[in-house]
Structure formats: C-alpha cells, structure tokens
C-alpha cells in the first residue's frame, strides 16, 4: 500500500481542487490519501464525491497552533468534524486569516510592493487566506522568483519585514479538542527549521505526555539527519512516525505520495480513531 497522509486543495492554498486532487492521487498509484487543507474541512465532501474506485481518502486538517512564541501545525485525522468545540476554534483561526492578510499587504505596501488585497483575494478563491497565496501575489508581481523565496526575514517569514500574527491555538488544548472530537493528533513537519523556529524535544516529550499520536517524520523539510533524530526521538516517546508528502499542487515542488507512511502506522491511526472513518473509493466522477 502507498499511503500519502498529508495534502492540500483550493479548499486552503492548494492549486488543486478537491475532485482533482484524488483523481492525481490515484493516477499517481496511491492507496490512501488524506486531505488535510489549513483550518478547515470544506474540501471533504467534493473529494467524497470524487473518490475514484480504490483510493480510500482519510479526512482531515492541519490546525495552526504556537506554544512558546513558535508556530507550529498539527495534523488532526478523522475527528468528527462537527463536534463543536473544535468547529468552534477552527472557525476563529480561519476567521483571523483575512484581517492578518490585509495587515500583511498594509506591510508590503509600506516597503514599497504594489501588492493588493484584490489580487490577494483572487488568488486565494474560495480557499482559506494564508501567506501562500500573498507570497503568489509577490511572484506575479515579479518581486521573488518563487513561492519558497518569499519566506525568508526579507518578507514573509515569522518575524520578517512583513509578517503579521494570526490567532492560533495553544497545541496542548488542540490535542484536547481533537481528543474529544474521536481524532489523532501528528505534529506536522517538526523539524522544518528553514520555516523558522521549531518546537525542542522538551516541548514534543510534554505533547506526547498530554496524548500527542505521532510525529512527521518523512517530509520534504527534513534532511536525513532531522530524520534519525526524530525517529529516535518517536521510539524514545512511543509515538508513530508518518511520512507524507505535504503536497499543495503546483505552488511547491513536492509530489504526491513522494513521501509515505507505513500500512501498520496508517492500521494504528484508523484503529485509535472513533469520530469519522476512512472513505473507500467508488468510482466518483
């Protein structure tokens, strides 16, 4: 089996639509694929309704969460995705995207960058805001060559010349909500240091105490040494390890099912969930 259990659509800053996405998904010869859009599960029923025969999809969202003034993602999978209270929060992260994105083209209007919020808008449709689709609005605009060179100090990234703040929650209470909403919780590309500050070792050792599932180990952000060591880090705390490919379409480089993760791991996250459960192809148009 080839299981892909990290990927985006429209439904966030994918490129790809929800219907298309699976269709990839199974020319691209995967078994399961989870759609994982930022904040969000708006793009579950158009996969559901697109699922070819013998692609399962795992629903899911990648919530956006800081402890200790560092962001980080947490991937939730098969919660029920109308348990309140983690609709609720949802909701108030995805809601404080557009503000936070205005506030950054206030930004790169102030260093001189004619970005608009219309052109902003435009290019993230129906998707929920994030700094993908600004960064996408500098490469239109010539400013940077590509999406990845618009995170750096110089503009998009935390801390950077035009980065602003969003609400995001506390990882600790995000793993309650999705514990209570049936879900498992996998702290998403841990080591990805080229995004900025990470989360240290102490910090993952106190989420799996409080009932974090796993981690991300196979990503396209980590190099074989971030890897060893969070494999290690996995055996030492009893957490699974996912490998995915965090696919967004054409706005990275990455391919599905590039990175992937083990049937026994996928067995183990199917098995401890209780709020939704995987969807098996049947034969969608």
């Known amino acids: 089996m080839r299981i ?15 219907s298309r996405l699976v269709r990839k998904a199974a ?34 969202a990648e919530l956006s969460c800081r402890v200790d003034g560092i962001s980080m993602h947490m991937l939730a999978y098969l919660f029920d995705p109308e348990e309140p ?17 205005k506030g950054m083209v206030a930004k790169l209007n102030a260093l001189g960058v004619p970005v608009t919020w219309e052109q902003v808008a435009r290019i993230a449709g129906d998707g929920s805001v994030g700094r993908p689709h600004v ?34 929650t506390d990882p600790f209470e995000a793993l309650r909500l999705i514990k209570a909403a049936g879900g498992v919780a996998v702290f998403a590309h841990p080591a990805a240091a080229k995004r900025g500050r990470t ?17 991300e180990v196979d990503h396209m952000d980590h190099d074989a040494d971030a890897r060893a060591r969070l494999r290690g880090l996995a055996k030492e705390l009893g957490l699974l390890v996912t490998g995915s490919s965090d696919y967004h379409g054409s ?19 199917t098995r401890r969930a209780f709020g939704a459960f995987p969807v098996p192809g049947a034969g969608g148009v």
Request: charged share 25%; hydrophobic share 40%; aromatic share 4%.
């Open 4 to 18: 892909d259990l990290h990927t985006h659509s429209t439904a966030s800053d994918g490129t790809d639509t929800p």
């Open 27 to 60: 020319a691209a010869g995967l078994d399961v694929v989870a759609l994982t859009d930022h904040d969000t599960t708006r793009g579950h029923a158009e996969a559901v309704a697109a699922l070819p025969e013998g692609l399962t999809l795992v629903t899911g």
């Open 85 to 101: 209270a983690l609709l609720a929060e949802r909701e108030l992260v995805r809601d404080d995207r557009v503000p936070r994105a």
């Open 135 to 168: 960064a996408t609005a500098l490469v239109e605009l010539g400013v940077v060559p590509t999406v990845g060179d618009a995170f750096t100090e110089d503009w998009l990234a935390d801390g950077g010349r035009a980065f602003v703040e969003k609400h995001e």
């Open 199 to 215: 989360v240290p070792e102490a910090t993952i050792a106190e989420l799996a105490a409080a009932g974090l599932d796993g981690v």
């Open 251 to 269: 706005r990275k480089t990455c391919l599905l099912g590039e990175y992937t993760t083990d049937p026994e791991v996928y067995g183990e996250i």
